[in-house]
């Protein structure tokens, strides 16, 4: 097959006919040959003498052109032409020679062998010609016999192969090396297999049929080990998503099988399967079909890419479990807050304008379920709670583990209050075989677009939240702006208070006295912390010791008022007001210090007071929280002479076995029991039965909240030998405890 292109002579037109006419495109593995030449029997010439030729195991394909202008409109049009037969004189007696130049310089085909030929003997071209121009080689028609014409082809041919070669190693080179850095820009799994394919195309420069076989779909920590077709391109297109298992049978498939066992590439004829190693115990493989055998080069460029794919399948699998970790929970998989923030960001207008609700549901009391049962135990339940979560909620909502025990939940609620999620926690959860009940409290917030977005929404959520939390029986909370200015409110009172404890300004301590009503004389007082603000504002105990416990302060104020307490008995010392005992409360976040028994005993030798001055009222929750070690400790305060109280007896849930154990040497009687004390339900009060039972255990009993001389008779009589009230007096500073005690004692 011939083809000729623009004006040639008649004969050469006829001669062209006879073979066929217009050539058709290359066939592959052929070395493509133009003969440009006016003459039409050389053409013809030079087929006979090339029939069935085979140069370097491929056959040879001639393409013609009589005159230089359709020599260059074949060049323009048809690639990879390996050698050039040129008759030096054509049109003018330079013509050949002007057509090198324009090959060179104009085309800038460098590759392409040209040798010259003409029928003048004697004629040649100059050696600058020669060398400026990289003509291959020289020759008169005459001189290119059969055998000649196929030796001087031979060596043009091999000479282009070589050129060719060098060129396609060097592009290919100098692709991967430009490239490289493109395969650390993918961020996931199949954004990089999409990029390795495309590299792949780019590299063979053609369009491919190849798949990428990775980790089955997953995040960072949570791959699934089996491997699937995350990428594909020509044939494989159809084997997208198809795991490795059901590609066995498949060419590709046992290609791919047999790459990973060898952990290593194999080429077969026409495939290559790559192998691009592990990462953090994970596969990667690449299927690829190469048209015709696999050339040395092509192969060695395909282990070069590899090495850098290896590597970015590392970089990208590094990168994934970087972003999980930093914004899933390894536990249960949840989005974290961050990520959770992120979402809720990102949909917030949709969210808005469908009526969804945002909500941070607390497990009550996590914590120690946790240390109870042992921590593998409370990673279940955390698990088991988030499966209900998943369950209870549509696909589209968003779930999040936004805290320890607290979850992110933003749905829309079907048919049915917000409040009813929490119907997930109605059943207990099993866990290890044991059925174990969780409580929860949440915090609800409509979605809406407020300024601060998530983070606002969020805040919002916490804020109804804390609010379930503090009222007790609440189990949930809608958010309200009343609760923003209430919450604005107590952050500011609570500085104010971090204020006047650290500057030791504000906070006092004032004593009510504790008397025996026999003779009314005065046994003892109760410390009781006031804070009066600079301009004289009274603030109540009820309102900033509850914050102050909420918030943990309340340790660091109860330190101060043992401290205190310490001091003041020394001054009453000096002053000659002796014998009497001081009560002091310490609250439950202060027992529970881990050094509570030793900054007690470090302030006794610090103040040098008698430790028997000293009484430590603890309430009835702390006494039965910890029993155990609750009476290790109390028998540590009891070993510095200091003795114990139980305040408000019979608001908790004691048991006598529990007041058993636990070495204390006074009970009190809450107010609340007092207060309801009448000549006619004396006689079956709780009060009379805590008296009762104190005594039969050995233990004092002080009764507080006494206001009436009938409360004061009834108590008397039920063997209640120690009162505290407002019928004695009320709480008031040191100086006025004094002047109260001198009257007492002057009275007949």
């Not at 460098?110 to 040798?115: E, F, L, Q, S, Y």
């Not at 949909?347 to 593998?376: Q, T, Y």
């Not at 977005?453 to 809608?478: I, P, T």
Request: proline content about 4%.
């Amino acid at each position: 097959m011939n083809m000729l292109v623009s004006t040639v002579p008649d004969e050469l037109l006829a001669f062209l006919e006879d073979d066929g006419g217009v050539m058709a495109p290359s066939q592959v593995g052929t070395w493509r040959v133009l003969v440009v030449d006016d003459d039409s029997e050389v053409h013809q010439a030079t087929v006979f003498a090339l029939n069935d030729a085979v140069i370097c195991s491929r056959p040879v394909e001639l393409l013609h052109a009589g005159s230089a202008e359709a020599a260059l409109d074949i060049l323009r049009t048809t690639p990879e032409v390996a050698v050039i037969l040129l008759d030096v004189v054509m049109e003018t007696h330079d013509a050949g020679l002007e057509l090198v130049r324009r090959i060179r310089q104009d085309l800038g085909l460098a590759d392409i062998r040209i040798i010259l030929r003409t029928g003048q003997p004697g004629y040649a071209p100059e050696v600058s010609v020669v060398r400026d121009y990289d003509i291959n080689d020289y020759r008169t028609k005459s001189e290119l016999t059969h055998t000649r014409l196929l030796t001087t082809l031979t060596a043009a041919i091999r000479s282009y192969q070589q050129l060719r070669t060098l060129e396609e190693t060097r592009n290919g080179l100098a692709f991967l090396v430009e490239s490289g850095n493109e395969l650390f820009t993918p961020r996931d799994l199949k954004s990089f297999a999409e990029a390795t394919l495309g590299h792949l195309e780019v590299l063979l420069g053609r369009s491919v049929s190849a798949l990428f076989l990775g980790p089955a779909s997953g995040k960072g920590e949570s791959y699934d080990e089996s491997l699937e077709v995350l990428a594909g391109r020509g044939k494989c297109l159809d084997t997208l998503g198809r795991g490795l298992e059901s590609l066995v049978r498949s060419t590709a498939g046992g290609l791919l099988v047999k790459a990973r066992g060898l952990r290593g590439h194999v080429f077969e004829h026409g495939a290559a399967g790559l192998y691009l190693g592990q990462a953090h115990g994970l596969d990667a493989l690449v299927y690829l079909e190469v048209p015709g055998t696999i050339t040395p080069l092509v192969r060695q460029l395909l282990e070069v890419l590899s090495v850098s794919l290896r590597v970015g399948f590392e970089n990208v699998v590094l990168f994934e479990r970087l972003n999980f970790f930093a914004y899933f929970d390894p536990l249960t998989r949840l989005p974290n807050r961050t990520r959770f923030l992120d979402s809720l960001d990102e949909g917030l207008e949709g969210f808005a304008d469908r009526a969804w609700i945002l909500a941070i549901i607390d497990v009550v009391r996590f914590s120690e379920l946790n240390d109870a049962l042992g921590h593998r135990s409370g990673d279940l339940l955390l698990t088991e709670v988030t499966a209900r979560l998943k369950a209870r909620v549509s696909p589209e909502a968003l779930l999040a583990r936004v805290a320890g025990d607290a979850f992110g939940v933003c749905w829309r609620p079907q048919n049915e209050e917000p409040a009813a999620i929490l119907d997930v926690f109605a059943a207990p959860f099993v866990v290890r075989g044991h059925a174990v009940p969780l409580r929860a409290r949440a915090g609800f917030a409509h979605m809406a677009q407020v300024p601060g977005g998530a983070v606002e929404l969020l805040k919002r959520a916490n804020l109804a939240l804390s609010h379930a939390k503090m009222e007790g029986d609440q189990h949930w909370r809608f958010f309200t702006e009343e609760m923003e200015s209430s919450t604005q409110s107590r952050v500011q009172l609570l500085n104010e208070l971090r204020s006047a404890l650290n500057s030791g300004k504000g906070l006092e301590l004032h004593y009510q006295p504790q008397v025996s009503p026999l003779g009314g004389q005065m046994i003892g007082c109760e410390a009781l912390i006031r804070w009066i603000k600079p301009h004289g504002e009274f603030v109540a105990p009820d309102k900033f010791i509850p914050l102050a416990e909420y918030t943990g302060l309340i340790v660091e104020i109860g330190d101060w008022v043992f401290a205190e307490a310490c001091r003041q008995i020394i001054r009453w010392d000096r002053s000659g007001l002796s014998g009497f005992r001081v009560g002091i409360n310490i609250s439950a976040a202060q027992f529970r210090e881990a050094d509570f028994v030793t900054k007690i005993a470090a302030v006794i030798s610090e103040s040098g007071v008698d430790p028997a001055r000293l009484e430590l009222e603890i309430t009835e929750s702390v006494a039965v929280d910890d029993p155990e070690s609750v009476a290790r400790q109390l028998r540590e305060l009891k070993s510095l002479g200091l003795k114990v109280a139980v305040d408000d007896f019979g608001c908790g849930f004691s048991s006598l076995g529990t007041l058993n154990r636990l070495p204390f040497d006074r009970v009190k009687i809450d107010r609340a029991f007092v207060r309801e004390l009448t000549p006619e339900t004396s006689h079956e009060c709780i009060a009379r039965l805590i008296v009762k039972l104190a005594r039969s255990l050995g233990l004092e009993v002080i009764a507080e909240g006494v206001e009436t001389e009938e409360q004061a008779s009834l108590l008397d009589e039920m063997g209640c030998k120690e009162m505290q009230g407002h019928l004695y007096g009320r709480p008031m500073r040191a100086d006025a405890l004094e002047d109260w005690m001198r009257l007492r004692a002057e009275r007949p």
